[in-house]
């Protein structure tokens, strides 16, 4: 599905899936300095706009061609290109996160001898940005940049909300979290 000149950025979902398991069961796997089980937050990917991509890259895709005026009129012409990105195919890569994530909670339940109401299963967080973007009454692609991929400052602000309340439904507030690292008044000599 890709053409002269565009980005090779694909995975396929399947073995996006078995890289996320991996990743997930390792840091559902380690422990804090005190024991307890690190926070870990998983999201979705958020919704994205293959037109707007589409439009956002023919600008540079066009140098990319090559060859003189004949060579160019005889090669796909950028407009021509399949579209590279689609909303029902982020919608895959979203079902597969959130199947991880309910995978590693019922793993996480089951080992600990706890429910749902269990504390590990607490710390491991999904935070399903595809599906609560495009339910928004207002629309989806204000969350999104003009190039259809990126997030505006409303999917900023948005990530951000469902991030800060996510967490403080653990801890009670982002603010209280513990550092594990030093603050950067403690390590930058300016601010020493």
Do not use: C
Not at 78 to 90: F, G, I, W, Y
Not at 93 to 108: F, L
Not at 140 to 147: E, Q, V
């Amino acid at each position: 599905k890709s053409g002269p000149g565009w980005p090779q950025q694909h995975v396929p979902v399947e073995e996006y899936e078995d890289n996320l398991r991996i990743m997930v069961e390792h840091l559902a796997s380690v422990r804090n300095a005190d024991g307890s089980r690190p926070i870990v937050v998983v999201m979705s990917p958020p919704p994205q706009d293959g037109k707007d991509w589409h439009k956002f890259m023919m600008p540079m895709l066009g140098d990319d061609i090559g060859g003189d005026e004949q060579q160019q009129q005889q090669q796909q012409q950028p407009a021509e290109l399949p579209m590279q990105r689609s909303l029902a195919t982020v919608e895959s890569y979203a079902k597969a996160v959130q199947r991880v994530v309910g995978n590693a909670k019922s793993e996480q339940a089951r080992s600990s001898g706890g429910g749902d109401d269990d504390v590990s299963t607490k710390r491991l967080v999904f935070i399903d940005l595809f599906h609560s973007m495009v339910a928004d009454t207002k629309g989806w692609r204000r969350f999104l940049s003009a190039d259809g991929v990126h997030l505006s400052e409303d999917g900023n602000k948005f990530l951000f909300e469902r991030l800060n309340k996510a967490l403080a439904s653990i801890e009670g507030s982002a603010d209280e979290l513990p550092r594990h690292t030093p603050h950067f008044f403690d390590v930058d000599t300016a601010f020493s």
